[in-house]
């Protein structure tokens, strides 16, 4: 079944995306995260990844970058984003007391 839905995402990537544009507001694009999420957590729980950011994506929506949780790109990118806050919450009492 994931080889399926695999060349089902290539074939909407190669012959449907195109025909939108570069639209969407998230990075990956939802077809390059749903092959993402389908490639590395199989098709059950990828499905269901990519559905939810289906789900996430509609006028209101924030954007930006998302990349697929469990992967390399997901780890660096928090790790990044705890760099960036700086934040060693030493000391604080509870989570609400975190600055961060």
């Known amino acids: 079944m994931r080889y399926v839905l695999i060349g089902l995402l290539k074939a909407y990537r190669a012959v449907i995306s195109p025909l939108y544009g570069n639209v969407c507001k998230y990075y990956p694009s939802c077809s390059a995260y749903a092959l993402e999420a389908v490639t590395v957590h199989g098709s059950i729980k990828g499905t ?53």
């Open 48 to 100: 269901w990844l990519a559905g939810r950011r289906l789900l996430s994506c509609h006028p209101w929506a924030a954007g930006g970058y998302d990349p697929v949780p469990g992967t390399e790109a997901a780890a660096a990118w928090a790790a990044e984003q705890a760099a960036a806050c700086n934040c060693t919450n030493e000391g604080a009492l509870s989570a609400r007391e975190a600055t961060c």
